[in-house]
């Protein structure tokens, strides 16, 4: 039976070809460690965003009046509700980790340079735009903590003369965070983002898969020894075939990590889902200890802490800058970061610091 | 053993998504009262439980029949209603609403809920 | 590397030249509430907590601080009237101020807001003595004016009550309410339960309160036969809340144990996968 369909679609699309340069014959490099996984996983962990998104849209209304009531409906009446709520409140926060783990990973092990520097750029606004659905799914439920986090999110801006108030209007949609923001997040996380990070991600699969995986930079690796002078793909053929071995590893971390999500599920229910997220949104009442989402402390605490704010949100934007454009900063032939001390200074620095930061944002 | 494991994977997320997208039993439906307008003369109001919410009617003198949740959205109290003052008020911190359920003074932060009504020749559908 | 210098410059010149928008900025950015504490910007208590007032008078703010009409969100001029936020017209009369009550007048001066209490308490022995010979208890002699507390039961007690005659007949209204009390406890630690496992309890709460609420202004008529007659209904209503909030607690337990399942189940399968991926089959 199965090898009749089988064979129904090798006449017509080629199947066994397919399956074997894309499958069995695709290879990846013997070294590979297990933080190549990392890039699947967010895959996977957006896509259970998507279709949990799904169902909450299906009791979801858009509607300021309505909108808290509705996810108390979700949480409290709907049957399961909790389960789609709480899979896309725990999820998002850990997209959003494995998405940083994989930047982290893909930088230690200088995957972002010659000739995959496209590749890196593309992830950089993948990442991106996976905080801009964290800051406007956060204001969909219309909670306190929703709304003042917003208020304080879409008011940082400001710090940036001129074109900063601009762009707060713009996000607002009026003077104060209001049902008119909530319509353009929403517009804008249910729709618009979905679009572009789709595209996105196809051009970083794509690129991924026609540049050919890189190798990890410790041990020996023949691609630094030939120059980049014209295109060719990177093949492994003494390595691992990536269907079932590497596919196998990367099942594995997804397994783990869906279990992580479930372990806060379970035992820290209202990590992410303080009091205030449970007070319907009162915009002449602000709560006592208000603070942006975790992912959003350590640029909230470094913007409260120098003095002055022009330089403060200037310097965050030449972060995310040279963060964007880094393969083009760095151009050194050396790939490994353990042979680079001055890099590897800089990285663990940046990466302490970070850390840093938002404690300090969550204590202060 | 994987395949097992896998099958009650899957099958721990059918089940909720079944449940979740099946359409609620019954207990959706709202039911529907028939009081006569003769037992609220006007200038009067009676107190009858709707959809397991207290609820009064007024027949007003110059608008009719309304019907509105006694539930104050303070904080729960039952109003009462004022005839001399035409206004419904909420014994716990002095409320003040006006027959159409909009706060006139007081910590409420919005008007009582109002609830469908139909006034027929001999008598008032509500809900 | 060697474009960062002119990025650097081209970014932050042109605006570092603009200098007032920095003021603005500091306005609406850090004078708000999550940048720090909140300032209240209240003028009674300006002048109510200076050196200007007596020693008495100075402490009042500080006690209003402790009380629950603060957490609440009611201060000076939702009692007193006057305008909190105009220090020349903050105790006039066409602001509406209307200073301190005289002793008989406090139950009118509270009853402003608290009708319900004010109706029971005129019918009640305490209010008849207070408006026949103007003496006897006001809201103050149980409540205190300025650090008032929630109320609980243990505001009836022999110290407060054998001011004025014996303890007897307290004793008797303090058992009828005792069952209910407790019941009315019990239901308010379960909703901040509740409430720090991320319910939302809204209704349970209103109907929780509407119960409370006219038990307690219920005592006020000191009618000990009323009280008990009425025990049994409202008994029955804290019953019903308290169903509902086990109901409640057991929907979380489920909730719990159905997420562990489902974390248990992918434990075991990232154990298989792991453990297929070492016994590949060739």
């Known amino acids: 039976m199965w090898g009749k369909i089988k064979n129904w679609l090798e006449i017509r699309i080629g199947l066994d070809g397919l399956m074997k340069t894309h499958l069995t014959e695709y290879r990846v490099p013997k070294n590979i460690n297990i933080l190549y996984t990392l890039g699947f996983v967010a895959l996977v962990f957006f896509s259970i965003q998507v279709i949990t998104g799904f169902f909450l849209l299906v009791y979801y209304i858009p509607y300021s009046e309505m909108a808290f009531k509705s996810v108390q409906d979700i949480m409290g009446t709907v049957p399961y509700g909790w389960l789609f709520r709480q899979m896309h409140v725990v999820g998002s926060s850990l997209m959003v980790v494995v998405v940083l783990f994989h930047a982290i990973a893909v930088f230690f092990m200088g995957g972002y340079k010659k000739p995959r520097e496209l590749t890196w750029i593309v992830g950089t606004f993948m990442l991106l735009i996976t905080i801009t659905f964290c800051l406007s799914g956060y204001l969909l439920p219309w909670s306190q903590l929703s709304y003042w986090a917003t208020t304080i999110a879409t008011t940082l801006p400001t710090a940036f003369p001129y074109a900063g108030e601009i762009v707060a209007k713009l996000m607002k949609g009026s003077e104060q965070v209001s049902g008119i923001t909530l319509n353009r997040f929403f517009a804008l996380h249910v729709m618009l983002l979905p679009l572009i990070i789709s595209v996105l991600v196809g051009l970083h699969i794509f690129l991924v898969r026609r540049i050919g995986i890189s190798s990890p930079p410790f041990g020996k690796s023949p691609e630094a020894e030939k120059p980049w002078t014209e295109y060719r793909h990177v093949s492994h053929p003494d390595g691992y075939s990536f269907f079932p071995d590497f596919v196998l590893k990367e099942t594995i971390m997804v397994m783990v990590f869906c279990a992580v999500m479930f372990f806060f599920i379970t035992f820290l229910p209202t990590l992410l889902l303080p009091e205030e997220a449970n007070i319907p949104a009162d915009p002449f009442k602000t709560p006592a200890h208000i603070k942006p989402e975790w992912y959003f402390l350590a640029p909230y605490q470094m913007l409260k802490i120098i003095p002055n704010k022009f330089l403060g949100i200037s310097l965050q934007m030449i972060i995310v800058l040279l963060f964007i454009l880094w393969p083009f900063l760095d151009t050194a032939e050396e790939n490994n970061l353990l042979k680079r001390p001055r890099l590897r200074w800089l990285f663990f620095v940046s990466l302490i610091l970070w850390m840093v930061f938002t404690i300090w944002g969550k204590y202060s | ?127 | 590397m060697r474009y960062i210098l002119p990025l650097l410059l081209i970014l932050i010149l042109p605006p570092a030249s603009q200098a007032d928008w920095k003021e603005q900025f500091e306005k609406e950015f850090l004078a708000r509430p999550w940048a720090g504490p909140q300032v209240p910007q209240d003028v009674c208590i300006e002048c109510h907590s200076s050196d200007m007032m007596k020693p008495e008078a100075r402490d009042i703010p500080r006690k209003w601080e402790t009380s629950w009409h603060y957490q609440n969100g009611i201060s000076c001029h939702n009692c007193h009237g006057g305008d909190p936020k105009d220090a020349e017209n903050a105790m006039s009369p066409q602001r509406g101020f209307v200073g301190t009550p005289k002793y008989a007048q406090v139950p009118e001066f509270c009853g402003k807001c608290h009708v319900g209490i004010l109706k029971n308490f005129l019918e009640s022995g305490h209010g008849k003595a207070l408006k026949s010979s103007g003496k006897g208890p006001n809201c103050v002699t149980c409540h205190s004016a300025h650090d008032n507390r929630k109320a609980s039961i243990n505001i009836i007690n022999e110290q407060l009550c054998t001011k004025c005659h014996p303890y007897e007949r307290v004793k008797v209204m303090k058992q009828a309410l005792f069952v209910t009390e407790n019941k009315m406890n019990e239901i308010d630690k379960s909703l901040k339960e509740l409430k720090t496992e991320g319910v939302f309890t809204e209704e349970e709460e209103k109907n929780f309160f509407s119960t409370q609420a006219q038990f307690r202004t219920l005592f006020h008529t000191e009618d000990v036969s009323l009280v008990r007659r009425q025990t049994d209904e409202f008994v029955n209503k804290l019953d019903q809340v308290k169903v509902k909030i086990q109901k409640t607690f057991e929907e979380l337990r489920f909730r719990r144990d159905f997420s562990a399942f489902l974390m248990m189940l992918f434990v075991g399968m990232a154990i298989g996968f792991w453990v297929l991926s070492k016994n590949p089959k060739e």
């Open chain 2, 1 to 127: 053993m994987l395949t097992i494991l896998g099958l009650t994977a899957v099958g721990s997320f059918v089940y909720p998504l079944v449940r979740f997208l099946a359409p609620a039993g019954g207990k959706a439906e709202a039911k529907q009262i028939t009081l006569k307008k003769s037992e609220i003369p006007v200038g009067t109001a009676k107190e009858i439980p709707l959809n397991n919410t207290p609820a009064i009617i007024i027949n007003r003198p110059d608008k009719g029949f309304v019907a509105l949740s006694r539930v104050c959205s303070h904080l729960g109290c039952l109003v009462e209603y004022d005839k001399i003052r035409n206004r419904l008020i909420c014994p716990c911190h002095g409320a003040l609403f006006d027959l159409e359920g909009n706060v006139v003074s007081g910590p409420p932060p919005k008007p009582l809920p109002k609830f469908p009504i139909k006034v027929e020749s001999e008598s008032i559908l509500i809900g």
